[in-house]
Nanobody, 127 residues
Framework: QVQLVETGGGLVQAGGSLRLSCAAS????????MGWFRQAPGKERVVVSTIKWTGDKLYYADTVRGRFTISRDTATSTVNLLMENLQPEDTAVYYC????????????????????WGQGTQVTVSS
């Protein structure tokens, strides 16, 4: 069954904003840390931001820190990524993912440690 569903990608001009959302099934949302990753054409998938299942620890890649904000909505079991001041280099397919380990004590950022992935959503930033 589908466990992660991303929405919110699109085309935006440089300096604009987009909000990505990832709806998760309850057992995933309540037990696993989640993250946003992105993959640009011809490049490997890299971490953008992650949030611990407890909600009290966050991670941001240096390239997005200060511009992107990750958050958890417990009412809707959704992880959101608010992206502001977008730049052409942010253009990529963005993926939501859930940690392979339930209740992991540390917040991990390596894509290979995430086992459940959404279908991806395209974000294109024009200059």
């Amino acid at each position: 069954q589908v466990q992660l569903v991303e929405t919110g990608g699109g085309l935006v001009q440089a300096g604009g904003s987009l909000r990505l959302s990832c709806a998760a099934s309850g057992d995933i949302f309540n037990r696993r840390s989640m993250g946003w990753f992105r993959q640009a054409p011809g490049k490997e998938r890299v971490v953008v931001s992650t949030i611990k299942w407890t909600g009290d620890k966050l991670y941001y890649a240096d390239t997005v820190r200060g511009r992107f904000t990750i958050s958890r909505d417990t009412a809707t079991s959704t992880v959101n990524l608010l992206m502001e001041n977008l730049q052409p280099e942010d253009t990529a397919v963005y993926y939501c993912a859930a940690d392979a380990i339930q209740f992991r004590s540390v917040l991990v950022t390596t894509p290979s440690l995430y086992s459940t992935w959404g279908q991806g959503t395209q974000v294109t930033v024009s200059s």
